[in-house]
């Protein structure tokens, strides 16, 4: 008679210990990508809603009251929270409002994480908080170069997102010359993906949507790159030894692009958010002007906001967003 032959038990434990160890290596990382993967769509859809809900508003300024006293501290601000019940709930399904000062109860974390996991910040609750450069002209609420430091009210959608809102009523419409930013920001939406629940982390379940002009509104959702470009170079240059700025994007990641003017501006107003040491630089964008090798593309500065008509052929900064 022949003996059946079969896997002692010792073998047994060796055989699932290793696959144990194997899954606890690879699991985690697995899970991480599925996450993104979700998070992404989630964010292209949030962004999409957005849009259109904002493309059937006649105009995004104009909403509640914001004033001040002769030191410039607020006396009255119902400014994001009307913009909120008064123009976006009309035309976009919202579960929940929560004016200054209680956005944890629309899920809102009280701190998070920047997009280069480097440090914890505190959410930021007004504009002066948001970014302080985009308050620092010396010019009137309203006046390009400046705008007023309003509260920030949030909003829960029905697909469970936590959205915080950063309204400007004094928002203005589009000019093709050169002009501060943060005055044609009307409103700049910073969401959760999933509520006040981890990893709270800017580019995974945390970003931000910007809308610009306060007639023929342009809406922007970049994903930034955690690193510039390492060294300043030249845009769309021809010369030998150069490369120009979209080539830049590529040469980081395949999946980069050069932002255009509004996208590049977004990344501006949200600067903190990005933890962007280099606040003194300016960043091109793709948004070319003219063409040729005298032409000219558009240049975002993040110390006071401006934007500027440079020539393609000289040097500045470049910060990628995901295509």
């Known amino acids: 008679m022949k003996k059946k032959k079969g896997f002692t038990l010792a073998e047994i434990l060796i055989t699932l210990a290793i696959i144990g160890i194997v899954a606890a290596i690879t ?4 899970l991480v ?25 006649n105009a995004l300024g104009g909403y509640g009251t914001y004033t001040e006293d002769a030191e410039g ?73 400046n705008i007023a430091d309003t509260k920030a009210a949030a909003f829960e ?23 501060f930013t943060q005055n044609k920001m009307c409103v700049n939406f910073v969401y959760d993906l999933n509520g006040s629940e981890g990893p709270n982390q800017v580019g995974k379940d945390v970003g931000f949507i910007t809308a610009f002009y306060n007639r023929n509104p342009v809406v922007v959702a970049p994903v930034p790159y955690s690193t510039d470009y390492a060294t300043v170079i030249p845009n769309y240059s021809a010369n030998s030894g150069t490369i120009d700025a ?29 933890n962007l040491g280099e606040t003194t630089r300016a960043y091109w964008s793709g ?4 063409s040729g090798s005298s032409g000219l593309a558009w240049t975002q500065g993040f110390s006071n906001g401006n934007r500027n008509r440079n020539p393609r052929s000289s040097s500045t900064w470049v910060r990628c967003i995901k295509k």
């Not at 990508?33 to 508003?57: C, F, P, S, T, Y």
């Not at 590529?250 to 958010?273: G, K, Q, V, Y």
């Open 157 to 179: 959608t029905v697909n469970g997102e936590s959205i915080a809102v950063f309204y400007n009523p004094l928002c203005s419409s589009d000019t093709l010359t050169a002009h």
């Open 27 to 30: 699991l985690p990382s697995l």
């Open 287 to 290: 948004s070319i002007i003219s």
């Open 73 to 145: 501290n607020a006396t009255e601000d119902t400014a994001a929270e009307s913009f909120i019940l008064d123009a976006l709930s009309k035309v976009y399904k919202i579960n929940n409002v929560c004016g200054p000062d209680k956005l944890s109860s629309c899920g809102i974390p009280s701190k998070i994480t920047t997009l280069d996991a480097a440090s914890e910040i505190n959410f930021p609750t007004k504009m002066s908080e948001l970014n302080s450069n985009l308050l620092n002209g010396n010019h009137a609420p309203g006046e390009d170069g």
């Open 33 to 57: 990508n599925v996450n993104e993967k979700a998070w992404d769509a989630q964010k292209k859809a949030l962004h999409a809603r957005l849009a259109q809900a904002i493309g059937q508003m």
């Open 246 to 274: 979209p080539a830049a994007c590529e040469t980081m990641a395949e999946d980069l692009r050069l932002p255009n003017r509004d996208e590049i501006a977004s990344l501006f107003i949200n600067a903190p958010l990005i």
